[in-house]
């Protein structure tokens, strides 16, 4: 079964119907969702939903838009989070300088923080980066040895996919391959191994055609995983197999 492996059903737009969203998941095809937190408040919302849904999951852990939030105090929190039944991974975490919301030094800082946090409680990592991807590559190689986890929504070259293969990480794929202004990633999705593909939405976000614009939900990652098959030459069920059992591993679910 499709197993979502970034979701923010914590979002505002799924207050109108998000249990019966929810709810409507196994009939759709969708086994398992990682609930990502992005901020503080995200976190905890991400806790409540793991603890409401047998096959909901969290991931703890801010964003870099949100790391101005993070202080010792709130950093302890997350850590006490991490230990929570049904937290998988440290996420989403990582660099952003498309929208700079927080000065580059802070999160930097906290990259490398909740990288560590990730490493002290055994835990893989969820990773954001965009546009800051050599900055992003630089602090995984020096920070993140011996960890494992996603880079969500990959946004980078085939090379880079490649690298991040080889540190034994997986590439988180998303609505963006169905894109017709998709190519970059639909060569990624040509050239990764499928072992090293997991699947995605960032729901609400990046709704695959022919929803793009609309709000997304984990149903619709059957158009990514017939994209995937299309590109790769093979069945969407096997698309759908793999990516499940690799999305197990690396949570360790
Ligand atoms: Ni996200």
């Not at 930097?108 to 969820?126: H, I, M, S, T």
């Not at 954001?128 to 969500?152: C, P, V």
């Not at 794929?173 to 040509?190: E, P, S, Y």
């Not at 990514?224 to 499940?244: F, G, L, N, P």
Request: proline fraction near 3%.
């Amino acid at each position: 079964m499709i197993f979502d492996t970034h979701a923010h059903y914590d979002d505002a737009q799924f207050d109108n119907d998000r249990d019966t969203l929810l709810k409507s998941m196994k009939e759709n095809g969708v086994g398992t969702i990682v609930n990502v937190g992005a901020s503080l408040e995200g976190c905890r919302k991400a806790l409540a939903l793991a603890e409401k849904y047998s096959f909901v999951y969290a991931a703890v852990g801010i964003h870099p838009d949100e790391t101005g939030s993070l202080n010792e105090e709130t950093f302890a929190l997350l850590k006490n989070w991490c230990r929570e039944e049904k937290v998988v991974a440290v996420g989403e975490i990582g660099l952003d300088y498309y929208w700079d919301k927080q000065p580059r030094e802070v999160q930097k800082k906290w990259f490398v923080r909740q990288l560590a946090l990730a490493k002290e409680e055994g835990l893989p990592v969820n990773i954001h980066s965009r546009e800051a991807a050599e900055d992003t590559f630089q602090i995984m190689k020096e920070h993140a040895k011996g960890l494992n986890g996603i880079i969500h929504c990959f946004s980078g070259s085939r090379e880079l996919a490649e690298e991040y293969v080889r540190l034994g990480f997986y590439i988180g794929i998303g609505g963006v391959v169905t894109f017709k202004n998709g190519k970059k990633l639909k060569q990624v999705a040509k050239t990764v191994p499928l072992t090293s593909i997991v699947l995605e939405t960032d729901c609400p976000y990046l709704a695959p055609e022919p929803y793009r614009g609309k709000r997304n939900q984990s149903a619709y990652i059957r158009y990514v995983a017939e994209e995937i098959a299309r590109i790769k030459e093979i069945s969407t069920e096997e698309v759908i197999k793999q990516t499940e059992q690799n999305a197990r591993k690396v949570y360790g679910l």
